[in-house]
């Protein structure tokens, strides 16, 4: 668990800025006006509540800037001297105890000033001694704007710095620049760090994180060092001198045996023996990297020697507390970043080695004892000589190998492919799967149907003479059915009759096909008067003509369409018998009235019938009066709300304006207010 966290820390505004930060919010937060009528206790609440006010702002801002950055005696060592290292400690304190001065001169400011305004006398007097007030406290905010600066720079780059937790397991990367450190930290972790091939790439401690027998491990790659003196050391190198001093860590000490980083390994092997003292009490590793340039068998008989010299140094870090030496297995290891060879054996016995130190570290220590007094461990002890071996029985025996056996893996496609030559040489095939009766019929080729040839097996030879059959069949079915058309009730029609019945049919089927072509002109058709007819295509003489043609009586049909025309136009009003018989024989034949008034009385006209409501009319789908009124009813129901709230119909969302502007906007004038 990482306990420092420094993106948290609040951002430190400059001299300015704070000062308008403090004396808006008390512009906003405190009573603005005040007129001169007013008590004079009231007038010197007025200001002294500004001052305690712009006082208690100041405060809290600063304390939580002097509360958020750490204190460098407070926190663990690595990142006291960390800190010291990139700020230097002394300029760091100096800033966060001018803050501390600045918040307790303020402090004493308003102190003296609401003593002050306790005894004014006046407005002017009160006003005067509040705006002194609060120009002294921004005059001394001013003067600590150079460490407000600093502050913020620091802060930025602390933001920056990574989250290293220094109690949790850690392994250290160190050596010369450019001997591969970043490249293996980018191998066995999920960091990018930049690789470059010069030296100094690495300017600052870079974090990953990397995974170990269910363990969580961080890695921190360090800058390069240079074999030195310490006071010459720059910033960069003195970041990964503290990482080594107070990280308790397994030390990975990368040896360049190639010699392509710009130093010899003797150069590499004087910078071991100056800081060897930074790996007492911790796992050292020496891995010789890029071995696939140079082979560590390869180099020198003197660098062989180094080596060594420096592989038994490695071996007596361990003797901390009157330890043996570690074993030499894992003190010299080789790899090859480029090739990744060596990469993860170096990985888990850095691991494995600190793993060990921690567990024999807390096996020493005194708590464990309080964690043995719950252990107990049973060794049972045997009672005779007899053996008595573990009896499992053979259903378990024989179900544990076929699960065995049905482990066992199955080659699929793509392994066969693999083992073929690949895609592009393998092709796979698809008959190896049909069910036959005989396997060896699977890669038999098929026929090919070529000119008829190589597939007479699979034609029937009366193929030909079936389908005469079946066509001959076939026609006299179609004939059967076609003397059927032609029967009507199940007798015979004559010839004439017969051809009266297919000119009625084919007139007919024109009088649908006319239909439809009309029906689906319709809706872009006007509607044309009758008068306006030129064709006069349905008009009576045409009618009798065309029954009298096929041998029908057209004066029935001609007389009752005649009847409903003058119905619809209105006719002459025959006269009655009653009248008739007293005025003589001569008023029995029909006059044609002299008058217009008369002839428009005695002519009928139709009168439109009122029907009740609820009446059920054929075609609107109603079956009787009561679902005709219970459907009305529902209707003026939905319609209710829409009629309430003036809509047009359900379609109407018009939103209206609830809040006209003219009403509720501008000053009130003098009159009345209860519109508003």
């Given at each position: ?8 820390i ?6 300015k ?31 002294m ?15 939580t ?22 700020y ?18 303020i ?7 609401v ?34 600066a600093y ?7 602390m ?40 030296a ?22 360090t ?31 990368f ?45 020198s ?20 507390q ?5 074993n ?38 005194k708590?464990i ?12 002890k ?20 076929k699960?065995a056996?049905?482990?066992e ?6 392994d066969?492919?693999d ?5 592009g ?62 029967e ?7 010839p ?90 001569a ?9 217009k ?35 009305i ?30 009403l ?13």
């Open positions: 668990m990482v306990q420092y966290n420094f993106k948290k609040t951002v430190v505004p400059n001299g800025d704070f000062v308008d930060i403090i004396l808006s919010r008390t512009q906003r937060q405190t009573p603005t006006v005040v007129h001169k009528g007013y008590a004079i206790s009231r007038l010197r609440q007025f200001y509540r500004k001052v305690k006010y712009t006082q208690q702002n100041f405060h809290e801002k600063l304390s800037i002097i509360d958020e950055f750490p204190r460098l005696d407070d926190i663990h060592p690595f990142y006291g001297d960390l800190l010291h290292v990139l230097n400690k002394d300029h760091y304190k100096l800033a966060l105890g001018q803050i501390n001065t600045a918040r307790n001169l402090s004493k400011i308003a102190k003296d000033y003593k002050l305004l306790k005894y004014g006398d006046s407005l002017y007097r009160c006003k005067s001694l509040k705006v002194a007030a609060l120009g002294r406290m921004c005059t001394v905010m001013k003067r600590i704007g150079p460490s407000l502050l913020e720079q620091i802060r930025q780059h933001a920056r710095l990574p989250s290293i937790d220094p109690n949790t397991r850690t392994i250290l990367i160190c050596g010369y620049p450019n001997v591969g450190k970043s490249s293996f930290i980018n191998k066995i972790t999920r960091a990018d760090v930049d690789v470059q091939p010069y100094f790439t690495t300017k600052s401690l870079f974090v990953g994180h990397t995974d170990y027998k269910y363990l969580r491990y961080q890695v921190i790659d800058p390069g060092i240079l074999d030195r003196p310490f006071e010459d050391r720059n910033i960069i190198e003195m970041c990964s001198i503290t990482a080594l001093a107070h990280l308790r860590a397994a030390v990975l000490f040896l360049d045996v190639s010699g392509s980083c710009g130093y010899s390994i003797a150069q590499q092997a004087a910078l071991f023996h100056s800081i060897k003292s930074l790996f007492m009490n911790k796992p050292l590793t020496i891995v010789c990297n890029k071995t696939d340039l140079q082979p560590l068998e390869g180099i008989e003197e660098d062989m020697k180094l080596v060594m010299e420096m592989k038994s140094e490695a071996m007596k870090t361990l003797v901390a009157g330890g043996e030496a570690t030499d297995d894992d003190v010299l290891l080789t790899m090859s970043t480029l090739t990744e060879e060596g990469v993860i054996a170096v990985k888990n016995a850095a691991c494995e080695r600190l793993l060990n130190q921690r567990v024999e570290m807390k096996m020493k220590s708590k004892n309080d964690c043995l007094n719950r252990f107990h461990v049973a060794m049972p045997p009672r005779d000589q007899k053996e008595r071996p573990p009896c499992i029985p053979q259903a378990v025996l024989e179900a544990k190998a699960e056996a049905e482990k893996k199955r080659k699929t496609e793509k066969l492919e083992e073929n030559g690949g895609a040489v393998y092709s796979a095939s698809l008959k190896k799967n049909y069910i036959l009766a005989n396997d060896e019929w699977k890669e038999d080729v098929l026929p090919e149907i070529l000119d008829g040839h190589n597939v007479y097996d699979f034609i029937d030879p009366d193929i030909l003479q079936r389908l005469e059959e079946l066509e001959q069949e076939e026609g006299i079915r179609q004939a059967e059915e076609g003397d059927e058309d032609f009507m009730d199940g007798e015979e029609l004559t004439e009759e017969k051809e009266a019945l297919a000119e009625i049919r084919k007139k007919k089927s024109l009088l649908i096909q006319e239909h439809r072509m009309k029906k689906s002109t319709a809706e872009s058709r006007p509607t044309v008067p009758r008068k306006f007819d030129k064709d006069r295509k349905f008009t009576t003489e045409r009618m009798g003509r065309q029954l009298s043609a096929m041998g029908v009586d057209p004066s029935k049909a001609i007389n009752r369409l005649r009847e409903r025309s003058l119905s619809r136009r209105g006719r002459k009003r025959e006269r009655s018998t009653d009248r008739g018989h007293d005025d003589g024989g008023m029995d034949m029909d006059v044609d009235q002299p008058n008034k008369l002839r428009l009385r005695s002519t009928s006209r139709s009168r439109s019938r009122s029907r009740p409501p609820n009446e059920v009319v054929p075609g609107e789908g109603f079956k009787d009066s009561f679902q005709k009124s219970k459907a009813k529902l209707f003026k129901n939905s319609a209710k709300k829409r009629n309430k709230d003036a809509r047009r119909g359900e379609a109407d969302r018009v939103i209206p304006t609830l809040k006209p502007k003219h509720f906007s501008g000053k009130r004038s003098i009159g009345k207010t209860q519109r508003r």
